[in-house]
Each structure stands twice: as structure tokens, then as C-alpha cells.
């Protein structure tokens, strides 16, 4: 392959691992071999795995200075561990990469020089364009990756419309025209070049190159619950145009789940037990009370999630927390049903509207610690 201007221009390439300790030598290795004309760095950038990552990658550093090791301790996340790449790289381009085996070295490679001949700031990897192939993708992963790209597409400046894998986790960019938004790029996004494109705001030329998406080498895929409910939050915090914090985003879905919780617990304890509204709903209200602090353990505030005995002290900061709005929430409700309407949906929706605010504040200093 011939070389483009390999003299002026310094490549970084960043891997973040978790767990990986299988993959990254021979993707390590192919790397030194395909960029062996250029200037590289690899910037592995690994949260604190158990696996022996680290140490073996260490042992390769000692061997050859291009390698470099970033050991996050108490600290995680696929795109905080990104972005601390990206703006700890010295080269002037800088890719990124899945240490899986997923994503072909060459691919990287190939959107690198493609970057070079167009001058193009952003040079992305797709899964979708007609000449890619996927290998290592289900059909069940295939069709909810094809929805969240329409959805993607929606919700982001016209520029960027011809894109056809916002999911992707393989880019280029030239970080003289990127660096500046990557700083801006919210580490509890969904998927990093989402998020970077949304902050951009359509102030980055964009092109493609096909990828090649291969099974994993080793291990188990990473996507869970928390990366469909991360793009659900990405969405809505992108159509109000990011002024909403994402926490408070979340925190309000859950929310209305917990509102779904006491309408349907009020409803179930007055017919099952033949309790009065009034004796159902003290009842009603700490179980959505104690719904909502689960789930927001589990989705919203999952970087400061609590376990075991911490996750039992946390419920019962909640509750005290949240016990001044529950007595309103009561208060209200109650005196709404005797003064104004015995509509008991209504009465209950007045008592809760006043709870969110003051539960979204409280709730993220004192039981998850966050500001």
C-alpha cells in the first residue's frame, strides 16, 4: 500500500479494553505491521480489568515505546474511556477501534489514507454501506442497529444525513477539527460518534468507508439494557437541544414509570384488600417510591450504582429523603380528592407533580453522591 505523506503526519489509535486480555496482542500486532510506514501510537486505554489485560499489555510497552497504557481505576464506561483516548493521543489523526476483533486493522488503515487524500475531518467505518460486510452482527442486533440509525438521522443536523452507521465504533478524525467538540462529548452518551456528531452540530465534514464486521475473536458481547435506555436518553436530550441535563432526562422517565406503579398498586390494593383511596394510597405511593430508586440505580445513576448493603442503605436515604415530597404527595392527593374532584386519577397526578424537582436534587447529593 503505498504511503501518503507519512513524514508530516502522526497516527493515534485508540483501544479501549475491558476484559480483553485474548484479543489484543494479535490486534496489536497486525497494527505495528500495517502502519509500519507511519508514525504510530496506540493508546489502550483499559478500566481496570481482571483479566490480566493490563499486565499483558504492559509487558508489551516494555518491548516497543509506540504502546502505551492507561489504567483506569474507579473510574468506567465505554465513552469516557474514548474520549480520555482520543484527547490523551499525540497524533494528528487519531482512530478508533474495538479491541474484539470486530474491526479490521486494515479497515483502520483504510479510513486513515482516505482521510489523508480528502482532507476529511471525521472518516467513519460503516457497517451499512452497500459494499460492507457484516459477519459478527445477529439479525436480532442488525434490525435494532438499522432502527436506532433512522432514529439517529432524525435527530441530527441535515449535514450529516447521508451518514448510514451513527452506531459505529470505528472512526477517523483529524484532531486539529474535532478536538474541540470531542472535549464538549458527554461521557454518558449512548455511542461516542453519535454524541460527537449532535455536539458538532453540523461543523464537521463527514465521509464513509465500508467496514468489515467480524465475529468476536474472544469473549462475550457488551450490550445490555443500559445501551438501549442510553440511546432513548440520547435522543430526547438531543431533540430538546441539550439544555435538559441527561440525569434529570432519565430520572423523569423513571418517574413516570413510578407513576404507572402507584395508579396500578392503589388500584390493586382497594379491590384485593376492599381498602378505602385513602388507606391505599400511603401504601401505593412507597412502592413507586421504592420502583423509582431501583431503576434509577440500575439506569440512571448505574456509574455510582449501589450493591448489597450499600444498595439497602441507599433505599432507605431515598425513602427519607423523599419523604417530605411523599407526605405532600399524600397531603395533596388527599385533600384534592376531598376538595376539588373524587376523580382519584386526578387527585393522585396532583400529588405527584409537585414530588419530581425536589427528588431529582435531593436524591443525586445524598444517596448517589453526584452533583
Known sequence: MKKIDSNNHRVSIVLPTYKERENISSIVQELFELFKSYELEILIVDDDSNDGTFELVKKISFEDSRIRIIRRVGRSGLASAIKEGLLSATGDYVALMDADGQHRPVDVLNAFLHALRNKTDLVVGSRFLKS????????????????????????????????????????????????????????????????????????????EIPLTFEPRLHGESKLDLSIVWDFLISLLHTATCRILPRRAISFAIVGLSGVLVQLLTTSFVMNIFAFTFKEALPISVITAATSNYLINNKLTFRSKRL?????????????LVASFPVVANIGLATAFYNMVSDNELLAQIAGISIVFIWNYVASSRFVWNTP
Open 132 to 207: 460492507a460486510d457484516i459477519k459478527g452482527l445477529s439479525q436480532r442486533r442488525t434490525g435494532g442497529s438499522s432502527l436506532a440509525n433512522v432514529l439517529s438521522r432524525c435527530s441530527l443536523r441535515k449535514k450529516y444525513s447521508h451518514i448510514t452507521d451513527y452506531m459505529s465504533g470505528c472512526f477517523v478524525a483529524n484532531l486539529d477539527a474535532c478536538l474541540a467538540f470531542i472535549y464538549k462529548v458527554d461521557v454518558n452518551g449512548f455511542k461516542f460518534l453519535y454524541e460527537l456528531l449532535a455536539v458538532s452540530r453540523g461543523k464537521l465534514s463527514v465521509e
Open 307 to 319: 450493591t448489597g448493603v450499600l444498595l439497602i442503605k441507599g433505599l432507605l436515604k431515598f425513602l
